[in-house]
């Protein structure tokens, strides 16, 4: 079994794909939505299998229930979501698709969060893996962004996430 974080998806936002990056680029490279969604679904089960776990760091879907229910049954892994700012549908609703909820998650030391704490609050962890901010990363390389515009658009492996930081902690 393999652990894989990703945050961002934004399913069915339609919106999401007139966003700018600060040089006028598009923000997501999809020409609609739907196309947009079938590319997140094939990235996700490329890498993410039937046993794997995948810890969804917010902001899974945009609307309604339907944003939900018509993507993540095609989605392969067990899936614990962090909920994010826009999350705001009923648990209840989550938990058909998710095996769990929550506000934060610590995984080998290192904080599981949709939003990026303050830097003075990170003395507990060897780092944060956060989502949020799209396309924007921190400059303390305490935080690791794995916001789908950060992470080509593929849930990332937490092995490579932890090379990182033990990389850190060599210095």
């Known amino acids: 079994m393999k652990t894989f974080l990703i ?78 700012n826009h999350d705001i549908l009923k648990p209840s609703l989550y938990l058909q698709f998710f095996k769990d909820i929550r506000a934060y998650h610590q995984l080998d030391k290192i904080l599981l969060a949709h939003i990026p704490v303050h830097p003075d609050s990170m003395s507990r962890w060897r780092g944060q893996i956060h989502g949020h901010v799209h396309n924007n990363s921190l400059k303390d390389k305490r935080f690791y962004n794995v916001s789908v515009e950060a992470i080509n658009y593929t849930p990332i492996e937490f092995g490579v996430i932890r090379e990182h930081y033990e990389k850190l902690d060599r210095r």
Request: no cysteine.
């Open 7 to 84: 945050g961002d998806t934004h399913f069915w936002h339609s919106n999401i794909i007139n966003f700018k990056t600060a040089d006028g680029s598009p923000l997501r490279p999809y020409s609609s939505v739907e196309e947009m969604n079938e590319a997140l679904i094939k990235n996700w089960n490329s890498v993410v299998g039937a046993g794997d776990k995948v810890y969804h760091l917010g902001d899974v879907a945009f609307k309604n229930s339907h944003s939900v229910s018509s993507i993540f049954p095609r989605l392969n892994g067990e899936k614990v979501l962090i909920k994010g």
